[in-house]
């Protein structure tokens, strides 16, 4: 079976410039997770949906990140205007949420971006 | 809410030797509890999961962990490790009651020595 799928795996650009990130979460998993893992502040949740709603985006840092999930199967994370500090590890992270009770978060292999 | 701490940053072990990774959490009951690898460049891959029931629980790769409650404690433990096994080690803690906010720890490093 199909994991996380990523995209870009990585990404070079230059400060001011937009970036997308996106992913595809496993097939029937209703939750999905954005983290932003870097050396100094380790994994950080950005913001997390279920059932492509927005639950909680208290993560994200600024007005600069924004996260859509139009449907069930495909989710963006964007930068505009990006900048140095914003260069991370992106992770998306899939999971099944039933109920009162949830699974395990499964990730994609990440998106790494180097903003200049 | 809840919190995760690792308090090993870095750990170097003999490869064949025994292998114990520290988490302690806290949480006013019991939590979800997870442990994952991070090799590099890659994703995390969960190791192994605790909801409830049998407080030992065995996972991938001959990693099992233990949840203590009166400690606050979920360590990993693995009896002989590999040099296959050196990478970055994730306590992640979950709270029923605020599905969604996994929190994770710092990490621990791992290096295997032959």
Not at chain 1, 60 to 84: C, G, H, V, W, Y
Not at chain 1, 98 to 116: D, P, Q, Y
Request: aromatic share 12%; glycine share 10%.
């Amino acid at each position: 079976d199909a994991g996380v799928i990523q995209s870009p795996r990585h990404e070079v650009t230059e400060m001011g410039q937009e970036v997308t990130l996106r992913c595809k979460p496993i097939s029937g998993h209703n939750s999905l997770f954005w983290y932003r893992q870097t050396m100094m502040r380790g994994l950080e949740l950005l913001i997390y949906f279920n059932n492509n709603v927005p639950i909680d985006d208290s993560g994200m840092p600024e007005d600069r990140f924004s996260a859509k999930m139009p449907n069930a199967s495909f989710s963006t994370l964007k930068i505009q205007p990006s900048e140095p500090r914003d260069s991370a590890v992106y992770f998306c992270a899939s999971s099944i949420w039933t109920g009162g009770k949830s699974g395990e978060l499964f990730f994609g292999e990440g998106s790494r971006l180097t903003v200049l | 809410a809840q919190s995760v701490t690792q308090p090993d940053i870095h750990i170097t072990v003999s490869e064949g030797a025994s292998l114990e990774l520290r988490c302690n959490y806290s949480y006013g009951a019991t939590p979800y509890l997870f442990w994952y690898v991070q090799s590099p460049g890659q994703g995390l891959q969960l190791l192994l999961k605790y909801f409830s029931g049998d407080t030992l629980v065995q996972g991938i790769k001959g990693f099992e962990a233990e949840f203590k409650r009166s400690q606050s404690s979920f360590n990993l433990r693995k009896p002989s490790v590999h040099w296959s096994d050196a990478a970055e080690y994730f306590c992640a803690v979950g709270a029923p009651d605020s599905w969604g906010k996994f929190q994770f720890g710092a990490g621990t490093q791992v290096v295997v020595t032959p």
